[in-house]
């Protein structure tokens, strides 16, 4: 009999989709009506009480005065979607992160809009408790909540939001008041296995995108804010709590000049609720989310991790940009890069940049989740790693800032970085007496130009040449302004001060040309297993100091040098591209056998390669002319 039913059950669910349904909304539908294309019904909440599992829901273009609420679930495998639609069913409405300007009104003849009137009261699309949703094409604005889902059941959540978009929600009367898209919260609702893709926020007077669970992925999406009256202002832009999240090519922006620093990528744990706001909840960490490829423009905290159960995070080839404006009387600017505080520990930045910021790096601590002594154990940032990194005229390179918290900045280490045109290398307004720098390149400006200060701060004398906590090994310092102490020439570990020979300062880029003293002068590290551009390190007896790893192959014609073929990014997770200085060259690859999997004629310097066909290996990838050949290894791991 136990059989039977199951055997039924199976069959009902497998058959679910057989008898999917199709309805339709429009501005000039009825609820009275069918809900055909011909009848419509006229709002998606009525829609969504008639919808079940594996329906479709077409909503066309329009003005809609409504608060939505979603009455029902899908299941797994078939899921209720509702689709904006601009003319036929079906259609592509624009995608509004594509706008040159993200800040125009929204045009009610792209896609569904749905306006509630006052953005200081309500929620646009209520999926409270609600799963297995594919919402796509819609425009969001006026309402205190654009978009909210997520509960207190652990399986709240596979929902697919894409091209969402949200404007104006919050009141900007009041502190902390608006949501664009928020999944979960910090106190006691969850959000997990959830999709945000190609979504917009603008002007959210809170939060832009807030996402409170595990294994969320949120892709191509882009948060604005130029807001700046009362409470107005955006505090965070993407913010996560909760672990196994990924954000992927996102982009952040704030003008310049607004109340509020703003916080960007923000790995957070809801410690600070627990403490300040009493809430008696157990503290959700915020641990092993990834953010790759992400922008941040003119934020106090671009890419931050906060509190002590914010650890194992990673952030890989993200961009900070500032300010700035560099040279000798400048003032700091706007803009913050990296931003490590309040105890968090174990995190990696991987290949990170910031330009014209006001500080690359920053360390600091507050007491906000409850710990307040002086320096207990555990209590520092302790064992993050900053590798890799590109930092380019700022006002600060590092900077260990005093917040409220006396503690130590903790033992963490910065390593194969390149820092250039920094007007202070370093400022320590608060102790990092166990700091360690490896292979790095400090370079002023190689120019007549005065270069940076290599070190100030009330607690300078904290950064040492070499000492039983805190070290520099390996490291090139070069035209560092008022000189460079001796000491750090005679006391560190293998240190130098030579010119680099970047490949191109002007045009920032900073390749080591052929000659620079920084190649094969540089220690082996066993967390840092390639360079900027993904190349495996070391290519030669050991490591280059500064973000890149050289490769140089013999020129046959002239007996030259050159840095032939570059491939990123490797290892690679899917397709990956060839850059090659070989003009007209033919490009050929190989697997170890020396089979030869895939030739093609080289038409630009940039090349996309589709590994669908590639199984998991090693691969080698060969660039040449008549004259001239390069070879470099890829790894592909699917």
Not at 436 to 447: A, D, F, H, R, V
Not at 477 to 492: D, M, R, S, V
Not at 555 to 570: F, I, K, R
Request: net charge neutral.
């Amino acid at each position: 009999m136990k059989l039977f039913v199951s055997s039924l059950l199976v069959f009902f669910i497998g058959n679910i989709g057989l008898h999917a349904k199709t309805y339709f909304v429009s501005v000039v539908g009825n609820d009275m009506n069918t809900g055909t294309l011909s009848l419509p019904w006229k709002s998606v909440t009525y829609a969504s009480t008639i919808t079940g599992p594996g329906d479709t829901v077409f909503v066309k273009a329009g003005l809609y005065n409504e608060f939505v609420l979603f009455s029902n679930s899908g299941i797994p495998g078939s899921p209720i979607t509702f689709i904006g639609y601009k003319n036929t069913p079906g259609d592509a409405p624009p995608l509004l992160i594509n706008n040159a300007y993200p800040y125009s009104d929204f045009l009610t003849s792209d896609m569904p809009t749905f306006d509630g009137g006052n953005r200081g009261s309500g929620i646009g699309f209520n999926c409270r408790n609600r799963k297995y949703l594919v919402i796509r094409n819609f425009q969001i604005r006026n309402y205190a909540y654009g978009f909210i889902a997520g509960g207190s059941d652990q399986d709240a959540g596979n929902i697919i939001l894409s091209n969402v978009n949200t404007m104006f929600t919050g009141n900007t009367a009041s502190s902390y008041a608006g949501y664009g898209i928020l999944f979960g919260s910090m106190g006691t609702l969850f959000s997990n296995n959830n999709s945000v893709i190609n979504c917009l926020v603008v002007n959210s007077s809170a939060e832009g995108i807030s996402i409170n669970g595990n294994n969320n992925n949120v892709k191509g999406c882009k948060v604005y804010c130029n807001e700046n009256s009362s409470y107005a202002s955006m505090d965070y832009y993407v913010i996560v709590t909760g672990n196994y999240n990924q954000f992927d090519s996102c982009y952040i922006e704030r003008d310049a000049g607004l109340a509020h620093n703003g916080h960007g990528y923000t790995a957070k744990t809801n410690a600070e609720q627990v403490v300040d706001d009493e809430l008696n909840v157990p503290v959700i960490s915020a641990q092993y989310n990834e953010f790759r490829y992400c922008v941040a423009k003119n934020m106090g905290e671009s890419f931050c991790v906060r509190h002590r159960l914010s650890q194992f995070n990673v952030f890989y080839h993200c961009k900070a940009i500032g300010t700035h404006t560099g040279g000798i009387n400048s003032p700091g600017g706007e803009g913050n890069g990296i931003v490590i505080r309040d105890g968090a520990g174990n995190n990696i930045f991987d290949g990170c940049i910031a330009e014209n910021c006001r500080s690359a790096i920053i360390f600091n601590d507050t007491a906000e989740d409850g710990d307040t002594g002086a320096n207990p154990v555990g209590h520092p940032c302790n064992n993050n790693r900053i590798i890799n990194g590109i930092y380019i005229n700022c006002y600060a390179g590092i900077y260990f800032n005093e917040y409220s918290i006396p503690s130590d900045a903790g033992d963490n280490t910065v390593a194969n970085c390149t820092f250039f045109k920094i007007r202070y290398m370093h400022i320590a307004a608060r102790s990092c007496k166990n700091m360690k720098y490896i292979n790095n390149i400090y370079c002023g400006t190689l120019s007549t130009a005065p270069g940076g200060y290599f070190k100030g701060g009330p607690f300078a004398n904290d950064i040492v040449a070499n000492s039983a906590t805190s070290y520099f090994s390996n490291c090139n310092f070069y035209e560092i302004e008022g000189g460079l102490p001796e000491k750090y020439l005679t006391g560190a570990v293998n240190c130098i001060s030579l010119n680099p020979l970047f490949k191109n300062n002007s045009a920032k880029d900073l390749h080591l040309l052929e000659g620079s003293p920084c190649i094969n002068t540089g220690k082996s590290i066993d967390f840092v297993r390639t360079d900027y551009d993904s190349i495996p390190r070391p290519q030669g007896t050991t490591f280059d100091m500064g973000a890149y790893e050289s490769q140089f192959i013999s020129d046959p014609t002239n007996s030259t040098m050159l840095n032939l073929v570059n491939v990123y990014p490797n290892p690679a997770y899917g397709n990956f591209y060839i850059k090659t200085a070989i003009r007209g060259c033919k490009i050929s690859i190989s697997d170890m056998a020396g089979k030869i999997i895939q030739v093609l004629d080289s038409k630009s310097d940039l090349i996309e390669i589709n590994t669908g066909f590639f199984l998991n290996g090693v691969y080698f990838v060969k660039a040449q002319n008549q004259n001239i050949e390069g070879v470099i290894k890829v790894v592909v791991v699917k």
